[in-house]
């Protein structure tokens, strides 16, 4: 045990220096702005809040109940969850490079046994490489530093223990190993969809690595129901994205593809060379099957497959972790052809880079299977490279956990990156105005919106900032090109409401509040205003306002108060 448990410790100490970050990007959206972490006894309401990812909102929850809503808490979970893989990974390196010798013996022949007898004493050795790389590896620092990827981190760790699970049933374990992988993989559904990918990764371990001795009907057993489920949750999932989250539809994009395919190379080359890394990378459009980055990818990973399908009967597990690299940045890959998320987000790539670093440890078992045991000097020296390489891997890490420390450094490092692209002018632009108030903001803001016209948050902040400092007018512009550009939104018409009412026009800025809800019904801050506005002369229309509240955000912020307020004017007949 101090092997893994050595490993665990120092995947905890390459991220000592990110427990005092603070809540960063979608962390003030998931965490700081979750209503339901103010109630963790409430479980339906955590559940229901994310129903796609209820484990993530669970964990948050028991944060928020420890540690109140202070990152520190929810770093330290962050932190420990990725130690707990370290030992995860390792565990299943170590199972896997058993079974790949295993079934080499078992397949016979004198190259076979040799081969099997050699690796047989670097199994251990390829394991430790392989949960080394994944404890240190700055790529990794996204999913581990940035509370809001832990949905990555639960997902891996479910996934990881379903995949042991699964490993022990097919070797011959009982009907309860087969339950605690159903079990532990319906969790990683829970923390993200790409736990949909297991089946496939058995798959695979079942026709590269798992020994033949195991009978067909144990397979059968364990692999169609998990495939039919699949396929079903896949269609679900489909059907959901394209009617319910985009009910316009959303439709295969060919272009999109190949920027996805591109940016499979780019985690690829950022794990190998972890130089260029940025909290949004802005890929360019490919609009040509033929364009140099998708021939070079495409070159990449045939060379790669073609390689390590050539090697597998030296080793297997070169070609099963090329495999899992690609099968589980695969659904992310798919939702962004559908049109949504990025092309590449370096948190996504933390369950997949177990596949490469696993790659790695076989080749590094197959460099010292050839040059033998007698070779002292050069494995010594070869382990001494491992270690320069995690050394150097682990103090990017640490330098990784600095930029995160600073929000407004991380967003000026992706702007320097991207300097053409809104997303990152205008997430400065709110870390600026979080820190030093709108003035150092509204730049960033309008630049944004000059590289990103159609994208409308930036107009309500510019709005905003413009309003805070009693320059109506030009406000008033910005939300005027907002209701444009935005039809059915009603951020637009909400905005010219705000500046009436600061205006002393309580009439238009009733009718910019009802415009509103003809655009949006279900919009919360156009009823609150309205109620606000129709306390002082009606306060059965406020009293019917806030509890429509109610049923659309049962936890908004000072609504309970609105309806006792009212509910106690109108009892006592009077109206003020």
């Not at 969850?81 to 079974?99: C, M």
């Not at 909290?279 to 140099?292: E, G």
Request: glycine residues 6%; proline residues 5%.
């Amino acid at each position: 045990m101090f092997i893994p448990l050595s490993l665990a410790v120092i995947g905890w100490a390459v991220y000592i220096n990110s427990l005092t970050n603070p809540f960063v990007y979608d962390d003030f959206r998931l965490i700081v702005e979750n209503s339901t972490l103010a109630a963790p006894l409430n479980v339906q309401a955590i559940i229901w809040h994310d129903i796609t990812r209820p484990v993530v909102n669970l964990s948050y929850a028991l944060d928020a109940a420890i540690w109140g809503l202070r990152p520190l808490g929810f770093h330290v979970t962050n932190v420990l969850l990725h130690a707990v893989n370290v030992l995860l990974v390792f565990a299943s390196a170590l199972a896997l490079a058993r079974d790949d010798r295993t079934r080499r013996r078992a397949a016979g022949g004198a190259e076979s046994r040799d081969a099997a007898s050699v690796d047989g004493g670097n199994a251990t050795l390829s394991a430790v490489i392989a949960a080394l790389l994944f404890a240190v590896h700055p790529m990794l620092s996204q999913a581990v530093g940035y509370i809001s990827a832990r949905s990555d981190l639960l997902c891996a760790t479910f996934v990881l223990l379903a995949f042991l699970a699964a490993r022990r049933f097919l070797l011959g374990g009982g009907l309860p190993w087969a339950a605690a992988a159903l079990a532990s993989w319906f969790l990683g559904l829970g923390a993200k969809e790409v736990a949909a990918m297991l089946p496939l990764a058995l798959l695979a371990y079942d026709f590269l690595v798992l020994p033949r001795h195991v009978s067909g009907a144990r397979r059968a057993l364990l692999h169609v129901p998990l495939l039919l489920m699949v396929v079903t949750a896949a269609a679900l999932r489909v059907w959901v994205l394209r009617q319910i989250e985009y009910d316009s539809g959303s439709g295969f994009d060919w272009p999109l593809a190949f920027v996805a395919l591109d940016a499979f190379r780019g985690y690829l080359q950022l794990l190998v060379w972890p130089t260029g890394q940025t909290i949004f990378h802005a890929l360019a459009p490919i609009l040509q099957p033929f364009d140099l980055r998708v021939v070079v990818s495409l070159a990449l990973f045939g060379g790669l497959l073609g390689l390590a399908w050539s090697l597998r009967r030296v080793s297997a597990l070169l070609l099963f972790g090329l495999l899992w690299f690609l099968l589980f940045l695969l659904p992310s890959s798919a939702l962004f052809v559908l049109g949504r998320g990025e092309a590449l987000a370096e948190h996504r790539v933390y369950l997949a880079s177990a596949g490469v670093f696993l790659a790695v440890a076989a080749s590094a078992g197959m460099l010292l299977d050839l040059i033998g045991r007698e070779a002292k000097t050069l494995r010594w020296a070869i382990l001494a490279a491992v270690g320069v390489v995690a050394l150097q891997l682990g103090g990017r890490t640490l330098l990784r956990n600095a930029v995160w420390a600073d929000p407004a450094t991380l967003w000026q490092e992706s702007v320097q990156r991207a300097p053409e692209h809104w997303l990152p002018h205008l997430m400065l632009g709110e870390t600026l105005r979080i820190r030093s108030g709108c003035s150092e903001a509204e730049p960033e803001y309008r630049l944004a919106i000059q590289y990103a016209p159609e994208e409308t948050f930036a107009y309500r902040k510019l709005g905003g900032c413009l309003i805070e400092r009693r320059s109506f007018d030009e406000a008033q512009t910005v939300f005027v090109a907002l209701r444009e550009v935005a039809p059915t939104s009603a951020e637009g018409p909400t905005g010219l409401a705000i500046i009436a009412m600061a205006k002393g026009s309580p009439k238009y800025s009733q009718s910019y509040l009802q415009e509103a809800l003809v655009r949006e019904p279900t919009a919360v801050l156009p009823r609150q205003l309205l109620a606000t506005l129709e306390e002082s002369r009606d306060p059965s229309a406020a009293l019917r306002l806030c509890r429509e509240i109610k049923e659309l955000a049962p936890y908004t912020p000072g609504n309970e108060e609105c309806i006792q307020r009212n509910e106690r004017r109108l009892a006592g007949g009077s109206t003020r």
